[in-house]
């Protein structure tokens, strides 16, 4: 422990006694830090320096200029080598300025070198060292170098930081006013005008729990065990995303309803004429020969999200499905409004357990003589291969994931914290720790 440390720590200590408790169980000791020299100094970690070397007022003029201009608070995530609270607050641009530490063994280590106790002493300065992991507080500054650094305990918060800084990067394929959207939404119109809304499901589906079936690779655990539920005479609602479907079919499980609403989704990914007996729920984005060529009933629905917002109001009395990414965000919300008070999630993984992307489609395509599947899978393996991001799985061990996949949890574990009534469980400790779900086997 340095005096420079102990300096910041008492006043630390005096201000927020819970932040001090978590701090002095800090070991900075193995942490892979070095000094690095330019025509500034920082820190760099594991490789990854904190602040610029070059140009560390400019860097930090930079993320100020994030914020809105009239704001006069913020929420800083991350800490970098703490530059922003220093020129933020000596400067007058900001009154208040709460910071959320994603790293407190790197802040111990930055407390350790470098003197903080003016800003730390300032009457607007807040100190979270257990930031909240399901909302981020607005406006605010994200330092990069700490998303990189982050703790396992802040995971779900990084995640929520990179979804949300790579949201208009992620939506330019989902815009109301694109020109082919609104030419398949045309398309489909007079199917959708005469399917019955989803809610016409109710009347066939009275259980109250339901199996919803993703198809992450833990999927394949339960192939046997779901064979036997389906032929069962009473069995829960089984409710499958699109992609899952092929390999259900293959292994003899045929579920209650596939739930369909990507546009690039084509018959090559569904077996249409394997579908008799199979309800379809679509939304309007979906390829009309898919809908055409179903052979069991069809419904629809609209998605819950900006895209449909027009749809909506020409249809007002089409139910909207919860969609924020992901095909099990409406298969698991149409559960709930069919009833259901308990589900259970198979192969939502949302990582790449067993080195695979997808259930079923890698090891399908190993024994295949079609080019377009082999060439399918071989563009999945390398989205595998090329990974830079990872959750912790029901285990507590590190799996590979995209940033994808990490946004489309985060929003299912949001959406789960909205709906205390249904129970929520997971089928497999393989995939990622679902928040607000339990391990249950099928």
Excluded at 195 to 208: E, G, K, N, W, Y
Excluded at 279 to 289: A, D, G, N
Excluded at 404 to 430: D, G, P, T
Aim: proline fraction near 5%.
């Amino acid at each position: 422990m340095t005096e420079l440390f102990q300096a910041n720590f008492n006043i630390i200590k005096q201000r927020w006694p819970e932040a001090a408790e978590i701090l002095q169980h800090q070991q900075i000791e193995n942490i892979d830090a070095a000094l690095v020299s330019g025509a500034n100094q920082t820190i760099s970690v594991n490789g990854i320096q904190l602040s610029s070397r070059h140009n560390r007022l400019a860097e930090t003029q930079l993320f100020l200029s994030t914020l809105p201009a009239s704001a006069t608070q913020a929420t800083m995530y991350g800490f970098g080598m703490g530059d922003v609270p220093y020129i933020a607050l000596d400067e007058a641009r900001l009154s208040k300025l709460t910071i959320c530490i994603l790293n407190p063994a790197i802040f111990a280590l930055v407390l350790s070198y470098t003197d903080h106790t003016p800003w730390l002493q300032h009457p607007g300065v807040e100190l979270d060292l257990q930031p909240s992991q399901m909302q981020l507080k607005t406006p605010y500054i994200a330092i990069t170098p700490d998303l990189e650094l982050v703790s396992d305990d802040n995971a779900r918060l990084r995640d929520l930081l990179q979804y949300e800084l790579n949201r208009e990067h992620a939506n330019r394929r989902h815009r109301a006013d694109d020109p082919a959207i609104i030419e398949r939404f045309e398309a489909n119109k007079e199917a959708f005008e005469q399917d019955p809304d989803v809610m016409a499901l109710t009347s066939r589906f009275t259980q109250d729990k339901a199996i919803v079936i993703a198809s992450g690779p833990s999927l394949e655990e339960h192939y046997e065990k779901l064979a036997e539920i389906s032929i069962r005479s009473q069995h829960p609602i089984i409710v499958a995303v699109d992609t899952a479907l092929h390999g259900l079919l293959h292994h003899g499980i045929k579920p209650d309803i596939v739930v369909a609403i990507d546009g690039l989704i084509s018959e090559y990914h569904l077996p249409l004429q394997q579908t008799a007996g199979i309800s379809l729920v679509y939304q309007p984005r979906l390829r009309p020969e898919i809908i055409q060529q179903w052979q069991g009933p069809r419904y629809n629905a609209l998605g819950h999200s900006h895209l449909y917002d027009k749809q909506a109001e020409k249809y007002p009395e089409k139910t909207r499905l919860y969609t924020n990414g992901s095909v099990l965000h409406p298969a698991v919300d149409l559960a709930i409004k069919l009833g259901c008070k308990e589900i259970t999630l198979c192969g939502a993984d949302f990582c790449f357990c067993n080195n695979k992307s997808h259930a079923f489609w890698q090891d399908f395509a190993a024994t295949s003589s079609d080019e377009q599947t082999k060439a399918w899978a071989t563009n999945l393996q390398k989205s595998v291969n090329e990974s830079g991001h990872w959750v912790v799985n029901g285990v507590g061990e590190k799996v590979a994931t995209s940033l994808n996949l990490c946004a489309y949890l985060r929003n299912l574990e949001n959406y789960i914290s909205k709906v205390s009534h249904v129970k929520f469980y997971r089928s497999s400790l393989a995939g990622a720790d679902i928040l607000g779900t339990q391990f249950k086997e099928l």
